[in-house]
């Protein structure tokens, strides 16, 4: 049992590249989600998902793309980097309320 | 939406003794209040979590309480450890979304040997 399992760990791109940060889960949970980590500001919630075929809006979306075809996939996709997404980046699943995380992905947007 | 204010937002303290850390939340609807540890360069793991029918809870030497009236629930580490070190954030849900965690910003403890 993996858990909530992200890739890739790290990341540089460049402004204006595209790219998809994978996350997966083994759990059968129906609940997933992506946060963004930055300094001082805690956890802000991307998007989310309560389960296959349906996502939502977070706090902060603009500039995020996500899908969930399957239960166990949920990748965030970044349209065309800027500066500003620089950020650790947490999947979490859910089950009854209770957050499990990934390791999280550092990206560096140049 | 709802807004989840933390203080402090450091702490330092010498081994052995308390720490609480404090965290105010605005949606009166709000059931569920969960504490996440985040070590250096670690994922946030759920370390405990009250829900709105219990004033306290406690496991071992944490414990969180919760005044539904004043809307601010607590922290308390109690014999604090150097391996008590970490960052802690306090989250609350918003008004029918039990999951879309809202998270304070986060109180970085130092507990001194």
């Known amino acids: 049992n993996a858990g909530v399992t992200q890739t890739p760990k790290f990341q540089v791109l460049k402004t204006g590249q595209s790219m998809t940060l994978q996350c997966a889960q083994d759990?059968?949970?129906?609940?997933m989600s992506w946060y963004r980590q930055d300094p001082g500001m805690g956890l802000r919630l991307i998007h989310y998902s309560v389960g296959a075929g349906i996502t939502d809006q977070g706090e902060v979306p603009n500039g995020y793309n996500v899908s969930r075809s399957t239960t166990e996939d949920f990748p965030l996709r970044l349209l065309s980097a800027a500066p500003s997404q620089t950020s650790v980046y947490f999947c979490a699943s859910s089950n009854n309320e209770k957050l499990f995380f990934g390791s999280g992905t550092q990206l560096s947007v140049l | 939406g709802e807004n989840v204010e933390q203080h402090p937002s450091t702490l330092s303290v010498q081994e052995g003794d308390s720490a609480v850390i404090k965290c105010t939340y605005s949606d009166s609807a709000s059931n569920y209040f969960p504490w996440y540890k985040q070590e250096l360069g670690k994922r946030p793991q759920l370390i405990i979590d009250?829900?709105?029918?219990?004033g306290e809870k406690k496991d071992q030497r944490i414990a969180v309480t919760l005044n539904k009236t004043a809307k601010h629930f607590s922290l308390h580490i109690t014999e604090t450890q150097p391996e008590d070190s970490a960052v802690y954030f306090c989250a609350a849900p918003p008004r029918g979304g039990s999951e879309k965690l809202v998270f304070g910003k986060g109180t970085k403890l130092t507990v001194n040997p």
């Open positions: 009250i829900r709105s029918n219990v």
């Open positions: 759990m059968n949970h129906e609940y």
